[in-house]
């Protein structure tokens, strides 16, 4: 079973501020990961794709890759009251697999 | 940048009867399209692949008769909800992926079905 592990949440986060997400995966043969953010009753946005080791800025949002621990992380700098969205991690090969998705709250 | 156009956004249908569910990509030609399904507070879960004048490839646990989806040209594939019940009141989902390559998913808008 390919899985795409996250932390539920939900992950509060005082506005301003930087909130930090995490995502696991298992299959090594994953070529591609992918943030997006999905608002209640809308379909996914992309926010960040990533596809080497390290990091990838766009500004407010950074996603950082390492392959050797499988592991994928997203960065939000000044956090708005607009972020607050669930976020969903996801791992290609050939096809999407999403983790289950972060709840984050940003607090006025 | 690439758009998928999914009709209908919304559709109420009584018990016993079916859905179809549309997805154009408006500006590319898509090889391959993504049907997801996805549960209240749950995430996506893919239904099946659909490539271009093929069979479509579905996921383990999903009923291929019961969820009947055509992919007859480049920038249409189609899901068709047969004989519909209340559990499959779902938000339901494509995505398509670009045919020149590189890794893009674009998705629809979704759809509510809600069977009653």
């Known amino acids: 079973q390919k899985e795409v592990e996250q932390n539920s949440g939900p992950l509060s986060v005082p506005e301003g501020a930087i909130a930090s997400l995490n995502c696991t995966y298992s299959?090594?043969?994953?070529?591609?990961f992918f943030w997006y953010r999905q608002y209640s009753g809308k379909s996914p946005e992309l926010i960040m794709s990533i596809y080497s080791n390290g990091d990838k800025e766009d500004g407010r949002f950074t996603a950082q890759l390492n392959k050797a621990s499988q592991y994928v992380s997203l960065l939000i700098r000044d956090s708005q009251p607009s972020d607050s969205a669930t976020y969903l991690c996801?791992?290609?090969?050939?096809?999407?697999?999403f983790g289950t998705g972060t709840r984050l709250t940003i607090i006025p | 940048g690439a758009v998928v156009s999914q009709h209908p956004s919304r559709v109420i249908c009584k018990s016993g009867t079916s859905v179809k569910i549309e997805c154009r990509s408006l500006?590319?030609?898509?090889?391959?399209m993504f049907w997801y399904r996805q549960f209240p507070k749950k995430s996506l879960m893919l239904m099946a692949t659909?490539?271009?004048?093929?069979?479509?490839?579905?996921e383990q646990g999903v009923e291929k008769d019961k969820f009947l989806i055509n992919h007859a040209s480049l920038t249409l594939s189609t899901l068709t909800v047969t004989s519909a019940h209340p559990e499959d009141s779902s938000f339901y989902i494509c995505s398509a992926r670009d045919r020149t390559g590189g890794y893009g998913y674009t998705f629809g808008s979704g759809t509510r079905l809600t069977v009653v």
């Open positions: 996801a791992a290609s090969n050939e096809k999407l697999t």
């Open positions: 299959d090594r043969g994953s070529q591609s």
């Open positions: 500006d590319f030609q898509a090889t391959t």
């Open positions: 659909s490539n271009e004048g093929s069979k479509a490839t579905y």
